[in-house]
C-alpha cells in the first residue's frame, strides 16, 4: 500500500538549469559524491541511517489505533534529525535530475507518451517510497522549483517532515473546533487557524504535527529544488478513515456571515487575521506527484 496522496505516473519535464547542491555537498562535488566507500570493517557493520529510522519507527508506532507517547516521538526525532541526503541516497546527480522534472523516467517520461509542450507547463512532483505497514509509512518527496502539495490533512495521524535541501514555503492551518474524526463535514467549509506561514531552508529543525495542533493541515511550494523525507504515523488508509483529504482557503470575512457562522464560529475571535475558512475540493489535472525510484539503502523488516 502506497502513500494516499495523489499519486499519478507523469511524464513532465521542468527545465531547471541548476540545483543549490554545492551548499549541500560542499564546494568538491563530482567524483567524491559518487564514489564508493571503502570495504572497511567500519562500513561493512555500520547500520544504515535509514535502518535505524525504520527500526525505532517500528518499536515506537505499535498500533495504527494508538497515538505515539512523547517520549516514541523525541526518539524518532533524534534519528531524523541525524539523517542527510547521503544517507538517503540522494547524489548530486539524482537532485539534479529531479530538480529537471526528469526524476528516474528520463527527458521525456515514463514511456515518452506525454508531449513536451504539456511537460514544459506541469513541473512534476517525485514521491520516493521507502518503506509503508498499517502503523508507519517513510518517502521522500522531491519537488522542483515552484511545484506545489495543496493544502491537504493527516487525519489522526503525527507526521514528522525533514527538509534534506532546498527551500520551502510552509502554510500550514489547525481546525479551530476539532471535531469527532468520523464525522462527515466535508460539504461545508470549516473555521480554521494558521499556525505557520514561512519559508523553511535546509538545513532546519524537524518539523511535526500532530493530529489536532501543530499543523496538521499544510501545503508545500517549492522556493528553490527541495525534497522533504516524511513519516507518517499511523498511515494513510481509506478504509480506516485516514484518507487524504484537500482544501482550498477563503477569507474569514468573504462568508462570516453566511450559513455556516451560526454553527461554526462560537468562540472565534473575528478580528483574528489568522483566521480562514478551509473548504475540501479535488485538486486540478495537473497536480501529478509521480512514483520515483527510491536509491538509498533498502530497510530491512
Known sequence: MRDQRKVRLSNSTNNISKTPVEALFGEKMGDQIEELPSKSKNNISKTPVVQKLYDICKSSFTSPEKHPAKTAVERVRGVIEKISCRDLGLTEIALQQHARGFGFFGANGHGGQHSTMLARWTPPISYLHIYESDNFSMGIFCLPTLAVIPLHNHPGMTVFSKLLYGSMHV????????VDEGADLSSKPRLAKLVTDRVFTAPCEVSILYPTSDGNIHAFTAVTP?????????????????????????????????????EQNVGADTDDPKLVWLEEFQPPDDFVIRQGTYQGPIVVP
Open 226 to 262: 527541495c525534497a522533504v523525507l516524511d513519516v507518517l504515523a499511523p498511515s494513510y488508509s481509506p478504509k480506516d478513515g485516514r484518507n487524504c483529504s484537500y482544501y482550498r482557503e477563503f477569507p474569514y470575512s468573504s462568508i462570516s456571515g453566511g450559513p455556516f457562522s451560526l
Open 171 to 178: 502554510k500550514a492551518y489547525d481546525w479551530l473546533n476539532p
